[in-house]
């Protein structure tokens, strides 16, 4: 199983399961684990779960809420410590230093930092990185209106006393009322879909995806069609 953190404090619920929905679209088994201290998804995802910790399927996405530890899912299905679980990619969503040292995030595990560019978001998003003590690789996912340099050019500011190297490559997602539109219109009906959303919102999840699977920009654009 692959471990993908999404770090920061920005809400990342319906990205990360919008993306993990188009993995299923490629045959890969996804698991979302939701560590963030709203759990937001608790309140999004349909399900009949009323318990503190539980795993529910979501249009063949499984979703994670209450967890603090890989071991703990673990225990949950009734597995070892030793034992992996069953899932090609699992997509953790962190906005603490906590979660990112329980759920065992790593140099090599692909890392995506997700923010808009509102202090709070910047600020405490980043606060996940300043226990750490040795660099680590992160792509940059920002939310914005403008995609000004200047709002590059204060993240560095903000961040270049802690250990992090920024990948060169930036995806951006607009910051648009359709967009927001549409996630609040799939919200309402349980479901899954692209439909209504931005060019620019979908090109994104489709780069992400492509990152995360090393797939063709053909292999996953197929399986975005199919949403």
Known sequence: MEKVAFIGSYD????????????????????VIDTTALSKTRYIVPTMQS?????????NVDVAIGFESIDQIKAYSSLSKADTLDYDYALIDID????????????????????????????????????????????????????DPKEEQYLS?????LPIKWDPDIVYFPFDTSDLNAIYSNQRSGRIQLKGLSNAYVD???????VI????????????KRL
């Open 213 to 224: 699977s090393g797939a063709s920009q053909g292999e996953v654009r197929k399986a975005v």
């Open 51 to 59: 318990t503190k910790q539980y795993i529910t399927t979501f249009e």
């Open 96 to 147: 603490s230093y906590r979660s990112y040292y329980y759920f065992g995030i790593k140099p090599e595990t692909q890392k995506f930092f997700v923010t808009s560019f509102d202090l709070y978001n910047l600020r405490r998003g980043l606060q996940v990185f300043r226990k750490l003590t040795e660099p680590i690789g992160i792509k940059r996912v920002l939310f914005t209106k403008e995609m």
């Open 157 to 161: 500011f903000l961040s270049k006393k």
């Open 12 to 31: 990342k619920a319906d990205m990360l399961i919008c993306i993990a929905k188009v993995l299923t679209l490629m045959k890969k088994k996804v698991i």
């Open 204 to 210: 994104g999840i489709e780069y992400l995806v492509e």
